[in-house]
């Protein structure tokens, strides 16, 4: 069983910094394509940014393009996201997900496999 452990978010002041990790455990594929997805009050989930830790390869929303960082540790099975320049939109739930390959389009929410989520609040 594939389990997902999101930790890392909380408050911070715009133009603040917040390191979001998501271990997992119990994946016996050598490679996985892991996802931060993000959900606002009201609003639908959307795509952050993913790796697919067989190349290494990354993808990024426009949005946030240049100010987070995605990376991974293969040893500890541990995917982070490095979030800067934090703006009040980035205030949601983010969610770790992982599948064997990415979906076509990486940012679709068709992952197989979902954390429990960890708030993220961007004050003004």
């Known amino acids: 069983q594939v389990q997902l452990v999101e930790s890392g978010g909380g408050s911070v002041q715009a133009g603040g910094s917040l390191i979001l990790s998501c271990a997992a455990s119990?994946?016996?594929?050598?490679?996985?394509?892991m996802g931060w997805f993000r959900q606002a009050p009201g609003k639908e989930r959307e795509g952050v940014a993913a790796?697919?830790?067989?190349?290494?390869?990354?993808y990024y929303a426009d949005s946030v393009e240049g100010r987070f960082t995605i990376s991974q540790d293969n040893s500890e099975n541990t995917v982070y996201l490095q979030m800067n320049s934090l703006k009040p939109e980035d205030t949601a739930m983010y969610y770790c997900a992982a599948d064997r390959f990415c979906p076509l389009n990486w940012n679709d929410p068709e992952y197989n496999y979902w954390g429990q989520g960890t708030q993220v609040t961007v004050s003004s």
């Open positions: 790796i697919y830790t067989g190349s290494g390869s990354t």
């Open positions: 119990g994946y016996t594929y050598a490679s996985a394509c």
